[in-house]
């Protein structure tokens, strides 16, 4: 660290001065609205939760004595699912006075000593997109990808979520109009199947009763010629 520059956890008493540093960030910055509000009001309010929050962990860097710097963290973990402890850096800014004088390391110093003494074993960053300044700090501090992380606001969301369902119900109601079509040709064709098969039953039937008349009509036929011959030969 270099002299000059001083880090400690951040107090009640030094709100005022943070929010005034993190409006700084806010104009400075291109994405300024993803960084924080321009409600100084509510801007102090938020950083009175994270400080009271379990976990969460404010610094303010001083140069020269002044408040020329912040970071605000949390630790995460355990939780239900693992033991793994980590610190996630929300935010780190260093006024521009007192850039190049060593207090951007003298921050990240203070959220090692905080990720140590809760135990955790990593430490996570997330520069706002465009912070290529702070892109190239966090790459020469050994930090690498990890994840790929996405954003939604809610009523995009929202809206996104009741139109899945709509078209889930409509293809669910598509889906069982046309399976009730593929049921009705089914029973249409099995009934015309049925049909021919048993009009084709009735006309074996037939022949068969027809076949039957014809060979009792010839059995009758010949045993009336044989009694003829009997009787004629009686006679003579």
């Not at 912070?131 to 809610?154: D, E, K, N, Y």
């Amino acid at each position: 660290m270099r002299p000059g520059a001083q880090v400690r956890p951040a107090e009640p008493d030094d709100l005022a001065a943070l929010v005034e540093l993190c409006l700084e960030a806010r104009t400075e910055s291109a994405v300024g609205a993803q960084l924080c509000s321009d409600d100084a009001a509510r801007l102090r309010d938020q950083l009175g939760t994270l400080l009271a929050s379990r976990g969460g962990q404010l610094l303010v860097g001083f140069f020269e004595g002044e408040p020329a710097g912040l970071l605000l963290a949390q630790v995460v973990g355990p939780g239900p699912f693992t033991d793994v402890v980590s610190l996630t850096l929300e935010a780190i800014y260093v006024a521009p006075r007192a850039r190049r004088r060593g207090l951007g390391h003298a921050l990240m110093i203070g959220a090692l000593e905080v990720a140590e003494a809760a135990g955790a074993t990593e430490v996570y960053a997330a520069p706002l997109p465009g912070a290529r300044g702070m892109q190239r700090f966090f790459v020469r501090l050994g930090f690498v990808p990890a994840a790929a992380h996405r954003v939604v606001s809610t009523s995009a969301l929202q809206r996104r979520l009741v139109g899945e369902t709509a078209g889930a119900q409509a293809r669910r109601s598509s889906g069982r109009g046309l399976e009730d079509l593929i049921a009705r040709r089914r029973q249409v064709r099995a009934s015309a199947h049925g049909d021919v098969v048993g009009s084709s039953a009735v006309q074996a039937a037939a022949s068969a009763q027809l076949r039957r008349s014809s060979i009792s009509m010839q059995v009758s036929r010949a045993v009336q010629s044989r009694r003829d011959s009997e009787s004629s030969t009686t006679i003579s």
